[in-house]
């Protein structure tokens, strides 16, 4: 079974800019969810999807939005970068019960200049 | 708000020098609590869930437990292989996962 995936696996934008990052999920599984990882702040959480609605929301600025389509696969937007928004950015899928396991991706490393 | 401290920040071992790594949590209403490994450019691999205090769970050389207040991951006689960050997460009522910092564990031959 393939495992999640995402695309472009490397990006490099400028500041002001905004970028869309896409991620498709493990087959079958309804749920995806998105976090940014950091050196100094670790992993934090950004949005989780299902079926095509926003079911959970962390704490990130409205800069930072996304979306799930019918076949359940993402994308996550960030807008008007920062400099700080350099991260490496992970989406997780999972069946879509609610403590269920999320399986993550390889990650987008988003570099912003 | 849920924490999640992990203790230490990194451990050096000999092959065969078996070791625990430390998760310690305050959360409202633990719904699960997650183990993964991340290596270097990659996105966390899944270990294992334990639901409620007392439940342990293996997986060759890595044994996980949970208690009410912390989760230890035992990593019997390490391989060069298992060479990694491992990172705790927890499921609070609120469903959100927060993450530890991680325990960077590197094995020497």
């Known amino acids: 079974k393939a495992g999640v995936t995402q695309t472009p696996r490397y990006l490099i934008k400028t500041r002001g800019q905004q970028v869309t990052l896409s991620c498709s999920p493990i087959s079958g599984h309804r749920s995806v969810s998105w976090y940014q990882q950091t050196p100094g702040q670790g992993l934090q959480f950004l949005f989780e999807?299902?079926?095509?609605?926003?079911?959970n929301k962390g704490n990130f600025p409205g800069r930072f939005s996304g979306r799930q389509f019918s076949n359940s696969r993402s994308e996550m937007n960030v807008s008007t970068l920062e400099l700080g928004d350099s991260a490496l950015y992970l989406c997780a899928s999972s069946l879509g019960v609610r403590s269920d396991t999320q399986y993550f991706g390889p990650g987008t490393r988003l570099t912003v200049l | 708000e849920d924490q999640v401290t992990q203790s230490p920040e990194a451990l050096r071992l000999q092959e065969g020098e078996s070791s625990s790594l430390n998760c310690s949590y305050t959360v409202s209403g633990l719904r699960g609590l997650f183990w993964y490994r991340q290596d270097p450019g990659k996105g966390p691999e899944f270990l294992f869930t334990?639901?409620?205090a007392g439940e342990e769970k293996e997986k060759e050389r890595l044994k996980a437990t949970l208690t009410k207040k912390e989760s230890f991951l035992h990593i019997t006689a390490p391989k060069p292989e298992d060479s990694a960050t491992y990172l705790c997460a927890v499921q609070g009522g609120d469903y959100k996962l927060s993450f530890g910092a991680g325990t960077t564990v590197t094995v020497r031959a």
């Open positions: 334990l639901y409620s």
């Open positions: 999807y299902f079926s095509e609605t926003q079911r």
